[in-house]
Antibody, heavy 120, light 108 residues
Framework: QVQLVQSGAEVKKPGASVKVSCKAS????????INWVRQATGQGLEWMGW????????GYAQKFQGRVTMTRNTSISTAYMELSSLRSEDTAVYYC?????????????WGQGTLVTVSS | DIQMTQSPSTLSASVGDRVTITCRAS??????LAWYQQKPGKAPKLLIY???SLESGVPSRFSGSGSGTEFTLTISSLQPDDFATYYC??????????FGGGTKVEIK
């Protein structure tokens, strides 16, 4: 069965960086894009960007350009999302999600979420 | 960027009610729209893709319609398990996604 398993909760200070991992299993990792979506407590969903695990190509939301980097390690079927220059407003649950049909057919499998807390 | 506006933001309904949620795009997105259901503390679940295609395993009481800039999600007969928050999401040709603000369906 398809699974996306994310790394554990993180606590970071303002100005630091965080790197969240997303390990895929149950399907061919390089055949589907990985998207990252975040959700602050009590708020809606915010799309951050996508990465094609086959080519390494990425596409980021304008809001996060210059601050987010999405990478992968195909040998262990794992995607990574690194967010730098953290501020308190980045406190949120971060999800990875598989994009079907280059996202055109929706995000069909999601990780369990990783809580990132930014606090001094 | 394409903006997605959902209405209402909160909806109170009873079991058995027919429920309709609307999502409007700031410009035409053809049929590139998905709907998700999210329950507290859980990841979103894909319900509908390409505006009206039902995801495998999703009950047939859920349906989607629309194209261009106006879309609807309909639950034909609300069940206890359906009380949740629903989000629309658009996809454009540059693989950029945007979510709507969400609609919380509450028990009346």
């Amino acid at each position: 069965q398809v699974q996306l398993v994310q790394s554990g909760a993180e606590v970071k200070k303002p100005g630091a960086s965080v790197k969240v991992s997303c390990k895929a299993s149950g399907y061919t990792f390089t055949s589907y894009d990985i998207n990252w979506v975040r959700q602050a407590t009590g708020q809606g969903l915010e799309w951050m960007g996508w990465m094609n695990p086959n080519s390494g190509n990425t596409g980021y939301a304008q809001k996060f350009q210059g601050r987010v980097t999405m990478t992968r390690n195909t040998s262990i079927s794992t995607a990574y999302m690194e967010l730098s220059s953290l501020r308190s407003e980045d406190t949120a649950v971060y999800y990875c999600a598989r994009g079907r049909g280059r996202q055109a057919k929706g995000l069909d499998y999601w990780g369990q979420g990783t809580l990132v807390t930014v606090s001094s | 960027d394409i903006q997605m506006t959902q209405s209402p933001s909160t909806l109170s309904a009873s079991v058995g009610d027919r429920v309709t949620i609307t999502c409007r795009a700031s410009q035409s997105i053809s049929s590139w729209l998905a709907w998700y259901q999210q329950k507290p503390g859980k990841a979103p679940k894909l319900l509908i893709y390409k505006a009206s295609s039902l995801e495998s395993g999703v009950p047939s009481r859920f349906s989607g319609s629309g194209s261009g800039t106006e879309f609807t999600l309909t639950i034909s007969s609300l069940q206890p398990d359906d009380f949740a928050t629903y989000y629309c999401q658009q996809y454009n040709s540059y693989s950029r996604l945007t979510f709507g603000g969400g609609t919380k369906v509450e028990i009346k």
